[in-house]
């Protein structure tokens, strides 16, 4: 049988780069190329293929929206790639074959191709997707560096160097010392992309560098005030109160 492929990045680059390596595959026939999300959503529509090469970023629907807009009896398997591990979790959330990180290797190309071809045969099974889930947790490095807009172009800020970051809109602002540098993201995003063992969330608009904190107090309605080095001052919210106070190792209701 014919492997029916959908390629949909809106980088011209990169799409010519997956239909060259398809290329080598005698059985693969690519029926849509698509530079949009809402092209893919039609082409899956009306092309009917068996796979799909998915960026996550495109213009007009993510990746993720596209998934969404389609009746699941009339999705592909999916492939989603990407230059971005922060998403790999969520893809395999949506039952994707598998997750290619940009740039990729023709080796690991042929890896996901193969996966594919295993799932869409029936050889595939749940253990399978349930080790690359466990692969990602262990091996996916979290970023360690954030490029910020300044005067001069852009500031490159260690994410070791933040001490809280709050929202602001449709930005956050990062804290790093007596400065201050607006990102354009949200909280939760931000959020998303930090080591969890270091950030922690302690309001609905901000998030701290827990080696950063000296004190915590009780303050009013349950909250606590927690003092940073330097000398600001943030509310815990009760929201949050018990898992900082866990992994300061303070029991899980005890307060200070």
């Known amino acids: 049988m014919t492997l029916r492929v959908l390629i949909a990045d809106d980088e011209p680059i990169a799409r010519r780069r ?3 390596l398809l290329g080598a595959e005698p059985d693969v026939a690519v029926v849509g190329e698509c530079a949009d999300g809402a092209s893919a959503v039609q082409s899956m529509l009306a092309d009917r293929p068996h796979l799909a090469f998915l960026d996550v970023q495109m213009p007009e629907l993510d990746g993720f929206d596209v998934i969404a807009a389609v009746p ?3 999705r592909p398997g999916v492939v989603f790639v990407t230059a971005f591990d922060r998403y790999a979790l969520r893809a395999f959330d949506v039952h994707a074959i ?3 990180l940009k740039p990729f290797t023709r080796d690991r190309f042929r890896t996901a191709l193969s996966r594919a071809r295993a799932r869409l ?3 595939g099974h749940d253990d399978n997707l349930a080790s690359l889930v466990a692969h990602v947790r262990s091996t996916r490095p979290y970023p360690t560096r954030v490029a910020v807009r300044a005067a001069s172009g852009f500031a490159v800020i260690d994410w070791r160097d933040v001490d809280w970051i709050e929202a602001a809109d449709n930005y956050v602002m990062l804290h790093v010392g007596d400065r201050s540098y607006l990102l354009r993201d ?3 995003a931000v959020e998303r992309q930090l080591d969890p063992a270091r950030f922690s969330r302690i309001h609905r608009s901000a998030i ?8 915590l107090h009780p303050a009013r309605h349950g909250d606590m005030d927690l003092v940073l080095r330097g000398g600001a001052r943030l509310v815990l919210t009760r929201t949050w109160r018990d898992r900082v106070q866990r992994l300061f190792g303070l029991g899980g209701t005890e307060t200070v």
């Open 18 to 20: 997956v239909r060259r």
């Open 72 to 74: 699941p009896m009339d």
């Open 98 to 100: 598998d997750y290619l």
């Open 121 to 123: 045969d029936g050889r």
């Open 186 to 188: 949200t909280l939760a």
């Open 208 to 215: 701290v560098q827990l080696d950063r904190v000296v004190a």
